[in-house]
C-alpha cells in the first residue's frame, strides 16, 4: 500500500507507478488514445514534415520545447466580442474626416451585413497623437492610447466572412466552421505548458457572458479535451473545484486517498498500463488544483493602489460596475501570466445580456452611445494590465495580442447611427515579446474600408504568433479524418516585418 | 500494380482511351491535375481501391490472427474468467455494466454454449441499439441544435436519433440504412434523410451575396464530407477547391457530388407516410364526414346569425397564419398596406402576396416588383424589408418596422396588371403571435399619387385573442347549442384522424427542392464558376453517368445505390472496420474515417477482406459479423498486461491481449446511475435537458445546477446541443458535433476528475448507491459487486470497512465511483 502522504508528490510518484513496461507502452498509447492521432506522416503541400507533439498521457501538460527558438513564451489575448470599431480607434484617416458626411464613392453598390450604406461618418471620438511615436488614437480609448508607444499595429487585417458566429470562429480557431481547435488549444497541445498546477490554458469570460461563438472560442474541437480552455473569470469560479457541501476537509481528502489506494491495488494488477497511470495523476493534479485556483482567484492579496489603477475599486453605476468587474479579470489575467500559465485569453464583451452592442461591440444602431459605455470598461483596466505586466517583466517573454472577429465600416448604416460589418479592413495590434514598438504594419485605403497595404490574413497572424512562439505553423498538426489539420489550414505566412 | 475498376460497374468511357496514369504519391497532385486538364480519367494502384480478395488464405478470424500473432512471435494471452468476460460483453456492446445476478447465472452456466448464447442474448438486447447508436450519431454529426452563434435547438431532430437506435436493433441490412440516409423519402423511410440534415447550419442571413453564396456552398461541402467519410472513408471535401493532393479525387469530381446534393435544404417537415389502400379507404370516408358535419354547422351558424338580429356579417378577425383580402378584379401597379394598429409592438408581416387574375402573384421580388416601406427595424438579418415579398414566410424571412404600432409597406409591380387578391400573415408557421397588424388598409393605385381602398380591417370582426370562435352558440337553443357542440368536436376529431393519415409527424429531415445547374468553382470560390457537371460519384471508382438534368432524388438514388454495390471496394470494408473497432478498441485500419493513401495500412489486410466478403454475403448483418467478433478467442483473451509481449506490440494491435480502455462520457454516466439504481431505461422520444435554456435571438445555455429523475436517463437521450457541453461529462472528449468523430479520443485531464469527484451529480449517485448497500448484508462486499462485478479481496475489505468507519457509505460511494475499475473496460 502507498502511504497517502506520497501521493501529493509528484516526481515520488512518478517513480512508483510509471516503470516496467510504461516506457515502452507510453509511445505507441499515445496513438491509440488519439493524441498524436493516426495517419502516416507524409509532406505537406508546402514540403515540409508534419510535427506532431510528443505527449505524455499522463501529463498531457508537461512543457515541451517549440520547434525554434521562441521569442516569447506565453500569450495574453483580449478578444473584443463583437466586432470594435477600427475607425473610432486605431486607424486614422484624415480624408475621412474631410469628406465627413459625403456618400462614399462605390458605397450606393455595396451591399454589407445588414445591407445598405448611408454616408462617409467620421469618428465621434478625436483622434490626437500619442506618446513619443505621436501616433492617432480616439479619445475612446485615451489611457490605451497612450501606451502606443508599446504597440505593433496591425492596420491591414482581413477576414473571410461577415458574420460573428463565423467571423470569431475564424478569428479563434483559424475557420469559419464550428468545430474547430482554437488558437489556444494548439498552444496548449504544442507547448504544454509551465504551471503545472493551474490549467495550461484559460479564458476569462466578460462577467456578462460568453462571446457570440460561446464555447468554441476556447474549444479543443478535435483535439483531446486535455488542450481545451478552462473558463472562468474573477466572479465565476471553476465548476466543480471546490468540496461538494457537506463534506469536510479531512473527509474529502481522506476519500481521496482511499480512491488512490483502490487505485494503486487495481494497477499492481495492470502494471505498467500508462492510462491507469494518468488517471491516478490526474487525481493528484486535481488536489493541487482545488487549492492553487481559489488561490489565484482571490485578489484580496493584490494591494489598493493595483485595484485603483485597474479601475477595480470604484462602483456605484452601470459603467463604473462593468469596469471593476473587467478590472478584477484584467488582474486576473496577470496572476495568470506571472503564474507561468501557457495562453491567457480575456473577453470584453458578451452576447448573453444584450444582443448586439448592448453588452459587446456590435455598434449597428447607435455607436456613439454604445461605445461610449464599452470604452470606458475597457480602456482603463487593459492599460493597466499593459502597463502591470511590462513593470513586472512578463513582457520579456509575454506576448499580448489584441484581437476582434473583424471590424467596421467607415459609413453609417443607411437609416442608423451605427457602423455596419467589415472584414476588409481592421485592425489589431500585439505587443510585448517578439514584436516591433512603436511600429504599425499595413494600411486600409484612405477612408478604412479595405486593406491595401501590408494586407495580413487571419493565416498570416497565426503564421506570426506561432512563429514568435518558436512553432512553424506549416508543421504543427494534428491528423484528423484523415487530414493533417493546422491552425493556418494550408495558407499563412509569417509577417517578418514586424518581428523584433 | 492494378488500375481500376475491374468491376461490373460502368467504366467511365473516357478509360477507354490508351493512356492511362498511374499515380504514385508525391507525382499525384500534378498527375491529377494534368489529368483533368486532358479529359483523361484516373486509376490507383493504392489498396483500398482495389476489388476484394476473393481467395482467402484462411476462414475465421482467430485463424487470421494467430498467423499474424506466429509471424512476430507472439503468444497469445489465456482466456479471460468468466466475470471479467461479461463485464467486457456488456460494457462492449450494451454500454452497461451486468447485474451481479446476471454475472452469476453466467458464472454458473455449464452449457458448452453458455458464451453463445450470452452474446446473442446480448444483441437481441434493445440496449444494444442504444450502443451501437452513440458511435454512429458521432459519424454522423448529429447533435439538436442549429450551432454558430443563433444555436437554436431542433425539437424534432430525436426522431432520426430513433430511427438509427431502430435500424440497429432490428438489424437493418447495412446496405438498406445507408440508401435511407441518402434517399430514405424515395424509400418510404424519410426520418433516414435526417442525416443529411444532421449537421450545422447557419441561420444568420444578410443581403451580401456572397456570404449566402458561401453558406450554401458550406452546407453542401458539410453533405459531402460526412457522406464521403462516413460510408467511404475518403476525405472528398479535400478536393473542394483543388484536386485531392492524395487521393484520386478530382475537383469535378467533388462539385459533381455536389450535384447529386444541390436540391437538399435544412428544415423541418411532416414526415409524409406511405398510401396504403387501407389508410386511402379510410381517409375517402372521414372526408365525406367531415363535409356532412360542415355543411351541419354552416346551418346551425345561419340560425344564429339571424338571430343576432340587423348586424352586418363580419369577416372574420385578422391571425398571424394568414390573411385573405379578396375584390374584385382592379388594375393596379402599387399596392400600399398601411398600418393604424397592432396588438403589440411594432408590427411585422412575413409576407405580402398580391395575385393578379390568372393566380400570379405580382408583388414577388424575383417578379421584379420593388418594396419601400415608412422606415424598417435595424440590425436583424432574419427581419428585412426584402423578406417582405422574398416568397419566404415564417419568422425568420420577414419585416418588421421601426415604429411600435404603426408602419407602411409599399410594393410597386413590374407592370400594371389586374389584382383580385391579397394575402399576408405574420408568421406562417404559427410560432408568433405578436406584432399583428389588427387595424390596416389596403390601397391600390396605378400611378402612385391617386389611391383607391382595396380592403381594411373595418369590416372584419375585432381582433381578440381570447375571442372564443364559437361565440355562436349562445344564440342558439339548448338543444341546437349541443347539436353544434358535438359536430365541433367531431369535425376537430375527424381533421386530426386525416392529419395523422396523411402526414406522419413533424421531423428534422431534409426538405427537397428542384436543383438549378451546378458548376466546378475554381479555388472553391463561388463567384468563380467553371464547367458545369453532371451529379456523379468518384470516378476512379465508377460513373453514374447521370444527365445534367437528372431529377433531384433521382441522383441521391444512383449515389445511394452505387456506394452500396458490392463492387464498391470500400464501404464494406470501411463498415466492417468500424464493427472492429467498436468491439476492441481500436481498428484494423485505425484511420477509420480515411482508407486513402494519407491513411494507415490495415494490420490484416486478408482479415479485412474476409470479414468485407462475409458481411455482404450475409445480408450486410451487423449483428451477423459482431457476432464472429464477440465469439473470437481474441475476444475474449484476458487484458492482463505481458512484458514480453508489450515489447513487441505495445498497443496490443495484433490482439495478443484484450486491449483494454477508457469507457466514453455516456457509458460512465450510464454505469453510474445503473450501479446507482437511479437509471431510467426507457427508451426513446424527446430528449432529456441538461441546459436551462435562454431563448433569446441567439440562445444561450446554462448548465443545470440539480437533476432529477427525469434527467437520469440514458446519455443517447440527452438533448444534444452543438458546441455547449455536459458540465459533468463534457470534459471526458464528448463530441461537440460539428465534426465527423469516427473515433472518440480518450484524454485524462484533472478537469475530468474534479467533475466526477466533486460534482452534485456524482454526490447524489453515491448517496443513492449509499442507499442501496446500506440495506445488504455487507455494503462493502456489495458494492464491489454491483461496481466491478468481483468479490472484494480481504485487504480491500479491511481497507474499506475502517475507512466507511471514519468517513461513511457515502464518501466510500464517491470514491468507488471514481475508480479506474469502474470506469474501463478490462
Same mark, same amino acid.
Given at each position: 500500500?502507498?502511504?497517502?502522504?506520497?501521493?501529493?508528490?509528484?516526481?515520488?510518484?512518478?517513480?512508483h507507478?510509471v516503470?516496467?513496461?510504461?516506457? !515502452?507502452a507510453?509511445?505507441?498509447?499515445l496513438?491509440r488514445?488519439?493524441?498524436?492521432?493516426?495517419?502516416?506522416?507524409?509532406?505537406?503541400?508546402?514540403?515540409?514534415?508534419?510535427?506532431?507533439?510528443?505527449?505524455?498521457?499522463?501529463y498531457?501538460?508537461?512543457?515541451?520545447?517549440?520547434?525554434?527558438?521562441?521569442?516569447?513564451?506565453?500569450?495574453l %489575448?483580449?478578444?473584443?466580442?463583437?466586432?470594435?470599431s477600427?475607425v473610432?480607434?486605431?486607424?486614422?484617416?484624415?480624408?475621412?474626416?474631410?469628406?465627413?458626411?459625403?456618400?462614399?464613392?462605390?458605397?450606393?453598390?455595396?451591399?454589407?451585413?445588414?445591407?445598405?450604406?448611408?454616408?462617409?461618418?467620421?469618428?465621434?471620438?478625436?483622434?490626437?497623437?500619442?506618446?513619443?511615436?505621436?501616433k492617432m488614437?480616439t479619445?475612446?480609448?485615451?489611457?490605451l492610447?497612450?501606451l502606443?508607444?508599446?504597440?505593433?499595429?496591425?492596420?491591414?487585417?482581413?477576414?473571410?466572412?461577415?458574420?460573428?458566429?463565423?467571423?470569431?470562429?475564424?478569428?479563434?480557431?483559424?475557420?469559419?466552421?464550428?468545430?474547430?481547435?482554437?488558437?489556444?488549444?494548439?498552444?496548449?497541445?504544442?507547448?504544454?505548458s509551465e504551471a503545472?498546477?493551474?490549467?495550461?490554458y484559460v479564458?476569462i469570460?466578460?462577467?456578462?457572458?460568453?462571446?457570440?461563438?460561446? !464555447?468554441?472560442?476556447?474549444?479543443?474541437?478535435?483535439l483531446p479535451?486535455?488542450f481545451?480552455?478552462?473558463?472562468?473569470n474573477?466572479?465565476?469560479p471553476?465548476?466543480?473545484?471546490?468540496?461538494?457541501?457537506?463534506?469536510?476537509?479531512?473527509?474529502?481528502?481522506?476519500?481521496?486517498?482511499?480512491?488512490?489506494?483502490?487505485?494503486?491495488?487495481?494497477?499492481?494488477?495492470?502494471?505498467?498500463?500508462?492510462q491507469?497511470?494518468?488517471?491516478?495523476?490526474?487525481?493528484?493534479?486535481?488536489?493541487? %488544483?482545488?487549492?492553487?485556483?481559489?488561490?489565484?482567484?482571490?485578489?484580496?492579496?493584490?494591494?489598493?493602489?493595483?485595484?485603483?489603477?485597474?479601475?477595480?475599486?470604484?462602483?456605484?453605476?452601470?459603467?463604473?460596475?462593468?469596469?471593476?468587474?473587467?478590472?478584477?479579470?484584467c488582474?486576473?489575467?496577470?496572476?495568470?501570466?506571472?503564474?507561468?500559465?501557457?495562453?491567457v485569453?480575456?473577453?470584453?464583451?458578451?452576447?448573453?445580456?444584450?444582443?448586439?452592442?448592448?453588452?459587446?461591440?456590435?455598434g449597428?444602431?447607435?455607436?456613439?452611445?454604445?461605445y461610449?459605455?464599452h470604452?470606458?470598461?475597457?480602456?482603463?483596466?487593459?492599460?493597466?494590465?499593459?502597463k502591470?505586466?511590462?513593470?513586472?517583466?512578463?513582457?520579456?517573454?509575454?506576448? !499580448?495580442?489584441?484581437?476582434s472577429?473583424?471590424g467596421?465600416?467607415?459609413?453609417?448604416?443607411?437609416?442608423?447611427?451605427?457602423?455596419?460589418?467589415?472584414p476588409?479592413?481592421f485592425?489589431?495590434?500585439?505587443?510585448?515579446a517578439?514584436?516591433?514598438a512603436?511600429?504599425?504594419?499595413?494600411?486600409?485605403d484612405?477612408?478604412s474600408?479595405?486593406?491595401?497595404?501590408?494586407?495580413t490574413s487571419?493565416?498570416d497572424?497565426?503564421a506570426?504568433?506561432?512563429?514568435?512562439?518558436g512553432?512553424?505553423?506549416?508543421?504543427?498538426?494534428?491528423?484528423?479524418n484523415?487530414?493533417?489539420?493546422?491552425l493556418t489550414?494550408?495558407?499563412?505566412?509569417?509577417?517578418?516585418?514586424?518581428?523584433? | 500494380?492494378?488500375?481500376?475498376p475491374h468491376?461490373?460497374?460502368k467504366?467511365?468511357?473516357?478509360?477507354?482511351r490508351?493512356l492511362?496514369?498511374?499515380?504514385?504519391?508525391?507525382?499525384?497532385f500534378?498527375g491529377?491535375?494534368?489529368?483533368?486538364e486532358?479529359?483523361?480519367?484516373?486509376?490507383?494502384?493504392h489498396?483500398?481501391?482495389?476489388?476484394?480478395?476473393?481467395?482467402?488464405?484462411?476462414?475465421?478470424?482467430?485463424?487470421?490472427?494467430?498467423?499474424?500473432?506466429?509471424?512476430?512471435?507472439?503468444?497469445?494471452?489465456?482466456r479471460?474468467?468468466?466475470a471479467?468476460?461479461?463485464?467486457?460483453?456488456?460494457?462492449?456492446?450494451?454500454?452497461?455494466?451486468p447485474?451481479?445476478?446476471e454475472?452469476e447465472?453466467?458464472i454458473?452456466?455449464?452449457?458448452p454454449?453458455?458464451?453463445?448464447?450470452?452474446?446473442?442474448?446480448v444483441?437481441a438486447?434493445?440496449?444494444?441499439?442504444?450502443?451501437?447508436?452513440?458511435?454512429?450519431?458521432?459519424?454522423?454529426?448529429?447533435?439538436?441544435?442549429n450551432?454558430?452563434?443563433?444555436?437554436?435547438?431542433?425539437?424534432n431532430?430525436?426522431?432520426?436519433?430513433?430511427?438509427?437506435?431502430?435500424?440497429?436493433?432490428?438489424?437493418?441490412?447495412y446496405?438498406q440504412?445507408?440508401?435511407?440516409?441518402?434517399?430514405?423519402?424515395a424509400?418510404?423511410?424519410d426520418?433516414?434523410?435526417?442525416?443529411?440534415?444532421?449537421?450545422?447550419?447557419?441561420i444568420?442571413?444578410?443581403?451580401?451575396?456572397?456570404?449566402?453564396?458561401?453558406?450554401?456552398?458550406?452546407?453542401?461541402?458539410?453533405?459531402?464530407?460526412t457522406?464521403?467519410?462516413?460510408?467511404?472513408?475518403?476525405?472528398?471535401?479535400?478536393?473542394r477547391?483543388?484536386?485531392?493532393?492524395?487521393?484520386?479525387i478530382s475537383?469535378?469530381?467533388?462539385y459533381?457530388m455536389?450535384?447529386v446534393?444541390?436540391g437538399v435544404?435544412f428544415?423541418?417537415?411532416?414526415?409524409?407516410?406511405?398510401?396504403?389502400?387501407?389508410?386511402?379507404?379510410?381517409?375517402?370516408t372521414?372526408?365525406?364526414?367531415?363535409?356532412?358535419?360542415r355543411?351541419?354547422?354552416?346551418?346551425?351558424?345561419?340560425i344564429?346569425?339571424?338571430?343576432?338580429?340587423?348586424?352586418?356579417?363580419?369577416?372574420?378577425?385578422?391571425?398571424?397564419?394568414?390573411?385573405?383580402?379578396?375584390?374584385?378584379?382592379?388594375?393596379?401597379?402599387?399596392v400600399?398596406?398601411?398600418?393604424?394598429?397592432?396588438?403589440?409592438?411594432?408590427?411585422?408581416?412575413?409576407e405580402?402576396?398580391?395575385?393578379?387574375r390568372?393566380?400570379?402573384?405580382?408583388?414577388l421580388?424575383?417578379?421584379?416588383?420593388i418594396?419601400?416601406?415608412?422606415?424598417?427595424?435595424?440590425?436583424?438579418?432574419i427581419?428585412?424589408?426584402?423578406?417582405l415579398?422574398?416568397?419566404?414566410?415564417?419568422?425568420?424571412?420577414?419585416?418588421?418596422?421601426n415604429r411600435?404600432?404603426?408602419?407602411?409597406?409599399?410594393?410597386?409591380?413590374?407592370k400594371?396588371?389586374?389584382?383580385e387578391?391579397?394575402e399576408w400573415?405574420?408568421d406562417?408557421?404559427?410560432?408568433?403571435?405578436d406584432?399583428?397588424?389588427v387595424?390596416?388598409?389596403?390601397?391600390?393605385?396605378?400611378d402612385?399619387?391617386?389611391?383607391?381602398?382595396?380592403?381594411?380591417?373595418?369590416?372584419r370582426?375585432?381582433?381578440d385573442?381570447?375571442?372564443?370562435?364559437?361565440a355562436?352558440?349562445?344564440?342558439?337553443?339548448?338543444?341546437?347549442?349541443?347539436?353544434?357542440r358535438?359536430l365541433?368536436?367531431?369535425?376537430?376529431?375527424?381533421?386530426?384522424?386525416?392529419a395523422?393519415l396523411?402526414?406522419?409527424?413533424?421531423?428534422?429531415?431534409?426538405?427537397?427542392?428542384?436543383p438549378?445547374?451546378?458548376?466546378?468553382?475554381?479555388?472553391g470560390?463561388?463567384?468563380?464558376?467553371r464547367?458545369?457537371?453532371?451529379p456523379?460519384?468518384?470516378?476512379?471508382?465508377?460513373?453514374?453517368?447521370?444527365a445534367?438534368?437528372?431529377?433531384?432524388?433521382a441522383?441521391?438514388?444512383a449515389?445511394?445505390?452505387?456506394?452500396t454495390?458490392?463492387e464498391?471496394?470500400?464501404?464494406a470494408?470501411?463498415?466492417?472496420?468500424?464493427?472492429?473497432?467498436?468491439?476492441?478498441?481500436i481498428?484494423?485500419?485505425?484511420?477509420p474515417?480515411?482508407?486513402?493513401?494519407n491513411?494507415?495500412?490495415?494490420t490484416h489486410?486478408g482479415?479485412?477482406?474476409?470479414l468485407?466478403?462475409?458481411?455482404?454475403?450475409?445480408?450486410?448483418s451487423?449483428?451477423?459479423?459482431?457476432?464472429?467478433?464477440?465469439?473470437?478467442?481474441?475476444?475474449?483473451?484476458?487484458?492482463?498486461?505481458?512484458?514480453?509481449?508489450?515489447?513487441?506490440?505495445a498497443?496490443?494491435r495484433?490482439?495478443?491481449?484484450?486491449?483494454?480502455?477508457?469507457?466514453?462520457?455516456?457509458?460512465?454516466r450510464?454505469?453510474?446511475?445503473a450501479?446507482?439504481g437511479?437509471?431510467?431505461?426507457?427508451?426513446?422520444?424527446p430528449?432529456?435537458?441538461?441546459?436551462?435554456?435562454?431563448?433569446?435571438?441567439?440562445?444561450?445555455?446554462?448548465?443545470?445546477?440539480?437533476?432529477?429523475?427525469?434527467?437520469?436517463?440514458?446519455?443517447i437521450?440527452?438533448?444534444?446541443?452543438r458546441?455547449?457541453?455536459?458540465?459533468?461529462?463534457g470534459?471526458?472528449?464528448?463530441p461537440?458535433?460539428?465534426q465527423v468523430?469516427?473515433?472518440?479520443?480518450?484524454?485524462?485531464?484533472?478537469?475530468?476528475?474534479?467533475?466526477l469527484?466533486?460534482?452534485?451529480?456524482?454526490?447524489?449517485?453515491?448517496?443513492?448507491?449509499?442507499e442501496?448497500?446500506k440495506?445488504?448484508?455487507?455494503?462493502?462486499?456489495?458494492?464491489?459487486?454491483?461496481?466491478y462485478n468481483?468479490?472484494?479481496t480481504?485487504?480491500e475489505?479491511?481497507d474499506?470497512?475502517t475507512?466507511?468507519?471514519?468517513?461513511?457509505?457515502?464518501?466510500?460511494c464517491?470514491a468507488?465511483?471514481?475508480?479506474?475499475?469502474?470506469?474501463?473496460?478490462?
Amino acid at each position: 500500500m502507498i502511504d497517502p502522504r506520497h501521493l501529493l508528490d509528484r516526481r515520488n510518484f512518478l517513480s512508483h507507478s510509471v516503470s516496467g513496461l510504461g516506457g !515502452v507502452a507510453l509511445a505507441s498509447l499515445l496513438g491509440r488514445e488519439g493524441l498524436l492521432g493516426a495517419g502516416r506522416l507524409r509532406e505537406s503541400a508546402a514540403g515540409k514534415m508534419p510535427i506532431r507533439p510528443s505527449i505524455d498521457p499522463a501529463y498531457p501538460h508537461a512543457p515541451r520545447i517549440p520547434h525554434t527558438e521562441p521569442r516569447a513564451k506565453q500569450v495574453l %489575448m483580449i478578444f473584443c466580442s463583437g466586432a470594435i470599431s477600427q475607425v473610432d480607434t486605431w486607424d486614422f484617416k484624415p480624408e475621412l474626416i474631410k469628406r465627413h458626411g459625403q456618400p462614399m464613392p462605390g458605397g450606393d453598390k455595396l451591399i454589407t451585413f445588414q445591407g445598405q450604406q448611408g454616408n462617409l461618418m467620421k469618428s465621434p471620438w478625436e483622434f490626437k497623437p500619442r506618446g513619443q511615436s505621436g501616433k492617432m488614437v480616439t479619445d475612446l480609448l485615451p489611457r490605451l492610447g497612450n501606451l502606443a508607444d508599446e504597440m505593433c499595429f496591425l492596420h491591414g487585417m482581413t477576414g473571410k466572412t461577415n458574420t460573428h458566429g463565423p467571423g470569431e470562429n475564424f478569428m479563434c480557431t483559424g475557420f469559419t466552421l464550428d468545430g474547430f481547435p482554437s488558437a489556444g488549444a494548439w498552444t496548449t497541445y504544442a507547448l504544454g505548458s509551465e504551471a503545472d498546477d493551474l490549467p495550461a490554458y484559460v479564458a476569462i469570460p466578460d462577467v456578462r457572458g460568453t462571446p457570440q461563438s460561446s !464555447v468554441n472560442c476556447w474549444g479543443p474541437g478535435f483535439l483531446p479535451a486535455a488542450f481545451q480552455g478552462t473558463s472562468f473569470n474573477a466572479a465565476k469560479p471553476v465548476r466543480n473545484l471546490s468540496i461538494p457541501n457537506g463534506i469536510t476537509g479531512t473527509t474529502d481528502a481522506a476519500t481521496r486517498a482511499f480512491l488512490q489506494r483502490q487505485n494503486h491495488r487495481h494497477l499492481q494488477n495492470h502494471v505498467g498500463d500508462s492510462q491507469l497511470a494518468a488517471r491516478i495523476a490526474s487525481y493528484e493534479l486535481a488536489a493541487r %488544483m482545488q487549492l492553487s485556483i481559489p488561490e489565484i482567484t482571490d485578489l484580496n492579496s493584490e494591494p489598493d493602489y493595483i485595484l485603483r489603477e485597474y479601475g477595480a475599486d470604484e462602483s456605484g453605476n452601470k459603467i463604473l460596475d462593468l469596469r471593476a468587474a473587467y478590472g478584477r479579470n484584467c488582474i486576473l489575467a496577470r496572476r495568470l501570466i506571472e503564474r507561468g500559465v501557457r495562453f491567457v485569453q480575456l473577453f470584453s464583451g458578451a452576447y448573453q445580456t444584450g444582443g448586439e452592442g448592448v453588452s459587446n461591440w456590435d455598434g449597428h444602431k447607435k455607436i456613439k452611445e454604445q461605445y461610449d459605455i464599452h470604452g470606458p470598461v475597457l480602456d482603463q483596466p487593459t492599460a493597466a494590465l499593459l502597463k502591470d505586466l511590462k513593470s513586472r517583466g512578463l513582457l520579456e517573454d509575454t506576448l !499580448v495580442v489584441f484581437c476582434s472577429e473583424f471590424g467596421r465600416m467607415p459609413t453609417f448604416q443607411k437609416g442608423a447611427s451605427g457602423r455596419d460589418h467589415n472584414p476588409d479592413g481592421f485592425t489589431a495590434w500585439l505587443a510585448g515579446a517578439g514584436v516591433k514598438a512603436p511600429f504599425s504594419y499595413g494600411a486600409t485605403d484612405e477612408f478604412s474600408h479595405k486593406a491595401v497595404e501590408g494586407v495580413t490574413s487571419v493565416y498570416d497572424f497565426y503564421a506570426t504568433i506561432l512563429h514568435i512562439l518558436g512553432l512553424d505553423h506549416e508543421r504543427l498538426s494534428f491528423y484528423h479524418n484523415g487530414i493533417e489539420r493546422r491552425l493556418t489550414d494550408v495558407h499563412g505566412g509569417v509577417i517578418k516585418e514586424i518581428l523584433a | 500494380m492494378v488500375t481500376l475498376p475491374h468491376s461490373p460497374l460502368k467504366t467511365p468511357s473516357r478509360l477507354k482511351r490508351p493512356l492511362l496514369i498511374l499515380i504514385s504519391s508525391s507525382l499525384f497532385f500534378s498527375g491529377i491535375a494534368g489529368a483533368r486538364e486532358k479529359g483523361i480519367s484516373l486509376t490507383t494502384d493504392h489498396w483500398s481501391f482495389q476489388p476484394l480478395a476473393s481467395e482467402h488464405s484462411h476462414a475465421g478470424i482467430d485463424a487470421f490472427l494467430k498467423e499474424a500473432l506466429a509471424g512476430k512471435n507472439l503468444r497469445p494471452s489465456d482466456r479471460a474468467d468468466r466475470a471479467t468476460l461479461i463485464r467486457r460483453l456488456f460494457l462492449v456492446m450494451l454500454g452497461l455494466p451486468p447485474s451481479p445476478e446476471e454475472v452469476e447465472r453466467f458464472i454458473n452456466d455449464e452449457s458448452p454454449k453458455a458464451w453463445e448464447e450470452l452474446v446473442d442474448r446480448v444483441l437481441a438486447s434493445p440496449h444494444y441499439g442504444e450502443r451501437m447508436a452513440r458511435h454512429w450519431l458521432d459519424l454522423t454529426r448529429f447533435a439538436e441544435s442549429n450551432g454558430f452563434e443563433t444555436n437554436r435547438e431542433r425539437p424534432n431532430a430525436w426522431r432520426f436519433r430513433d430511427y438509427v437506435i431502430e435500424s440497429f436493433n432490428q438489424d437493418k441490412p447495412y446496405d438498406q440504412f445507408i440508401k435511407e440516409h441518402l434517399a430514405g423519402d424515395a424509400l418510404g423511410a424519410d426520418i433516414g434523410t435526417g442525416f443529411l440534415v444532421a449537421g450545422p447550419y447557419d441561420i444568420v442571413k444578410s443581403p451580401d451575396p456572397n456570404l449566402t453564396l458561401m453558406q450554401r456552398q458550406d452546407e453542401l461541402a458539410d453533405m459531402i464530407n460526412t457522406t464521403g467519410t462516413a460510408f467511404l472513408g475518403m476525405t472528398i471535401g479535400c478536393a473542394r477547391c483543388h484536386d485531392h493532393k492524395f487521393d484520386p479525387i478530382s475537383q469535378q469530381d467533388y462539385y459533381s457530388m455536389q450535384a447529386v446534393f444541390a436540391g437538399v435544404k435544412f428544415g423541418e417537415r411532416p414526415v409524409t407516410k406511405q398510401v396504403t389502400p387501407e389508410s386511402e379507404k379510410q381517409l375517402a370516408t372521414l372526408h365525406k364526414s367531415l363535409i356532412t358535419a360542415r355543411n351541419e354547422l354552416k346551418k346551425l351558424k345561419a340560425i344564429a346569425a339571424n338571430k343576432e338580429g340587423d348586424i352586418p356579417q363580419r369577416r372574420p378577425p385578422v391571425n398571424a397564419r394568414m390573411n385573405t383580402e379578396a375584390f374584385e378584379a382592379t388594375p393596379a401597379k402599387f399596392v400600399r398596406f398601411t398600418i393604424r394598429r397592432t396588438n403589440s409592438s411594432e408590427p411585422c408581416l412575413d409576407e405580402l402576396a398580391v395575385f393578379a387574375r390568372g393566380g400570379e402573384n405580382v408583388a414577388l421580388a424575383k417578379s421584379g416588383a420593388i418594396a419601400t416601406s415608412s422606415g424598417d427595424l435595424q440590425g436583424y438579418p432574419i427581419h428585412q424589408l426584402a423578406h417582405l415579398n422574398d416568397g419566404k414566410t415564417g419568422n425568420n424571412s420577414s419585416w418588421i418596422s421601426n415604429r411600435p404600432g404603426k408602419g407602411w409597406v409599399q410594393i410597386e409591380f413590374a407592370k400594371v396588371s389586374p389584382v383580385e387578391r391579397i394575402e399576408w400573415s405574420r408568421d406562417q408557421d404559427g410560432r408568433f403571435v405578436d406584432r399583428i397588424a389588427v387595424d390596416y388598409l389596403i390601397e391600390l393605385s396605378v400611378d402612385g399619387d391617386h389611391w383607391d381602398l382595396a380592403a381594411s380591417s373595418e369590416d372584419r370582426s375585432p381582433f381578440d385573442e381570447k375571442a372564443n370562435p364559437n361565440a355562436f352558440l349562445s344564440k342558439l337553443g339548448e338543444q341546437e347549442a349541443n347539436q353544434a357542440r358535438k359536430l365541433i368536436a367531431s369535425i376537430e376529431n375527424t381533421q386530426s384522424r386525416i392529419a395523422k393519415l396523411q402526414n406522419g409527424v413533424k421531423a428534422w429531415v431534409a426538405n427537397f427542392s428542384k436543383p438549378g445547374a451546378t458548376h466546378r468553382l475554381h479555388r472553391g470560390d463561388p463567384m468563380a464558376k467553371r464547367e458545369e457537371v453532371p451529379p456523379d460519384a468518384l470516378k476512379v471508382i465508377g460513373s453514374l453517368d447521370l444527365a445534367m438534368d437528372t431529377p433531384e432524388q433521382a441522383r441521391r438514388l444512383a449515389l445511394a445505390d452505387w456506394i452500396t454495390r458490392k463492387e464498391n471496394p470500400l464501404t464494406a470494408r470501411v463498415a466492417v472496420n468500424r464493427l472492429w473497432q467498436f468491439v476492441f478498441g481500436i481498428g484494423i485500419v485505425d484511420t477509420p474515417s480515411d482508407f486513402g493513401t494519407n491513411g494507415t495500412l490495415p494490420t490484416h489486410p486478408g482479415l479485412l477482406d474476409w470479414l468485407a466478403s462475409d458481411f455482404m454475403a450475409h445480408g450486410w448483418s451487423m449483428k451477423h459479423t459482431l457476432r464472429l467478433l464477440l465469439n473470437s478467442e481474441a475476444f475474449q483473451r484476458s487484458s492482463q498486461p505481458n512484458s514480453t509481449a508489450a515489447r513487441i506490440d505495445a498497443t496490443s494491435r495484433y490482439l495478443w491481449r484484450f486491449p483494454p480502455r477508457r469507457l466514453e462520457a455516456g457509458a460512465i454516466r450510464d454505469s453510474m446511475l445503473a450501479a446507482a439504481g437511479t437509471l431510467d431505461l426507457k427508451m426513446g422520444g424527446p430528449g432529456f435537458h441538461l441546459f436551462e435554456v435562454d431563448r433569446e435571438n441567439v440562445v444561450h445555455y446554462h448548465p443545470k445546477e440539480e437533476t432529477g429523475p427525469a434527467e437520469w436517463r440514458r446519455m443517447i437521450y440527452l438533448f444534444k446541443i452543438r458546441q455547449e457541453q455536459d458540465a459533468v461529462f463534457g470534459a471526458f472528449d464528448c463530441p461537440d458535433g460539428n465534426q465527423v468523430v469516427p473515433t472518440r479520443n480518450r484524454s485524462t485531464t484533472p478537469l475530468q476528475a474534479l467533475n466526477l469527484f466533486n460534482s452534485r451529480f456524482t454526490m447524489q449517485q453515491a448517496e443513492k448507491l449509499a442507499e442501496r448497500l446500506k440495506g445488504t448484508q455487507s455494503p462493502v462486499a456489495s458494492g464491489f459487486e454491483l461496481l466491478y462485478n468481483r468479490p472484494a479481496t480481504a485487504e480491500e475489505l479491511a481497507d474499506s470497512e475502517t475507512f466507511i468507519g471514519e468517513h461513511g457509505l457515502v464518501s466510500f460511494c464517491r470514491a468507488m465511483l471514481n475508480t479506474s475499475e469502474f470506469l474501463f473496460i478490462f
